[in-house]
């Protein structure tokens, strides 16, 4: 459009029918009542935003209590500076937030200076917070409805309409209420999200074994959560990580590492934060097989635990004679081993992908071949806790003969309980893909993903599982999210007529 054009525009005057259009938009009534209800919902999230809050004395703890509106239901617990716990405790459109906001050290002191007293304390926390909830859901009622008419007044300055927009909004809130109380699961406490600070995560999670042992005990679960972080927040550096328990074997799984050095030292944090008996990586460890990346498995020998590995489509006969020759290094090539307590069944991945003139074998081969291992199992009548490969497709005939698959090979996590019984747990790369994640098509690095794995050393069942994503600056952000294995006993090669349970995420990497 030229400058003359611009300059004869009447701009004041289509400045005037658009509010005339308005006007009379306005004007109808219908068009009144939706501006009445878009009255109550403004004016009564306004008010939840700015008045929503109370304090409330939780145990030896003072927590701020929150109610807000946001399109997935969640309670949040803000544990600062360690991280932020995450719950689905609700499907209705609000969000629960509390945040220690102060810890009174002469009851902390005293719950710390007896073990004991955080289990006398349930009781008392859960009234704590029943009390706490009651007086924010009270709160959150007068504030939206005042937020909605003193919004109606200021739009319509018409008492009636006033009046009319803080029924919408009451009407909303108490049927998100209705909605929040009909969908309540208090079993989400023992499946918390984390995010924050990788070395606080065990601490603020907690530990699963006292989560699989003590499930059915977990009457106030979310006020056994917030004494238990009251305490961990004010005496994080002397509380120990976990409880010596032998009757639970916790397993590091790791895989695509791809000669990304930064993986050694996720490696050896998550060891010494969780406390893991074992790493099991399922393959590709280097990048392309050659002697000279064998100097880079040398890391495996610094670490303190058995590390049983597969190889995978990157790796090499080499690398498979590199990481054999560490001393603490257990190679599964078509075995069945016993490692710390767990018998695992291996086998390395037929293809070598960085060899183009190598004549490599096709998905169906791979999968044929995948069968005859399986067959080998069944016939060896040996029972097998773990499967390690490299990929689900050559895994894939396990389904129904083990309890568990663990594979990797796909750069994300995902992970798919089958009706015949089996999990599979395809594990993300824990090298970030290597140099090949900063290439990834979304335009964002491929994230750094492991999981802890927690056995019960008399069955050898997986009871639970810690997924952890690290990020951020110098990878010290976490997101570690808790899975409870619903049915850790049950049966495995019977078919089951009930939905099988699957769970992939989003995009993944080639």
Known sequence: MSWEAIRGYDLRGALRRLRGTFDRLRAGRAWRWVWVVVAGLVGGWLGLALGGQVVTPIGPADVTLGLSPQWHGETVVNVAPLGQLAFDTHDAPLKLEATITDIRLSAAEKVFADPDAINRMAAGIGSDLRAGVIDLLVRAVLVAVLGAALTGLLLFRNVWRALASALVSLSVLAASGAVAANTFNPSSIAEPRYTGLIAGAPQVVGSAEEVVGRFSQYQEQLAGLVGNVAMIYEATSTLPLYEEDES??????????????????????????????????????????????????????????????????????????????????????????????????????????????????????????????????????????????????QAEAFDGVVPLVLTGGEHLRSTELTGLGTRFLVQGSTGGAGLRGLDHESGRPVPYQASVLYFDAETGR?????????????????????????????????????????????????
Do not use: C
């Not at 934060?273 to 064998?294: F, L």
């Not at 291992?373 to 009548?381: D, F, L, N, R």
């Not at 009871?463 to 990878?475: C, E, K, P």
């Open 462 to 510: 997986l009871q639970a599982r810690d997924d952890i994503d690290l990020g951020g600056v110098g990878l010290t952000s976490a997101q570690v999210e808790r899975h409870i294995e619903s049915d850790p006993d049950r049966p495995v090669g019977e078919p089951d007529e009930s939905p099988t349970e699957k769970a992939d995420d989003a995009e993944r990497t080639p």
């Open 248 to 393: 639970v074997i916790r397993v590091l799984h790791v895989s695509d590492i791809q000669l990304n050095p930064a993986s050694w030292s996720i490696i050896s944090t998550l060891l010494k934060q969780y406390g893991a008996d074992m790493v099991v990586d399922s393959g590709d460890i280097t990048d392309r097989g050659s002697a000279a990346e064998d100097v880079f498995v040398e890391e495996i020998g610094e670490l303190d635990v058995p590390y049983v590995w597969v190889r995978g489509q990157h790796d090499s006969m080499g690398t498979q004679r590199a990481v054999a020759a560490q001393e603490n290094a257990v190679v599964l090539d078509g075995e069945v081993q016993e490692v710390g307590g767990l018998t695992f069944y291996g086998s390395g991945d037929p293809r070598y992908a960085p060899d183009a003139a190598r004549l490599n074998p096709d998905a169906a081969e791979v999968a044929a071949q995948g069968e005859e291992e399986a067959e080998k199992v069944i016939s060896s009548k040996e029972d097998v806790d773990v499967v390690l490969m490299h990929t689900r497709t």
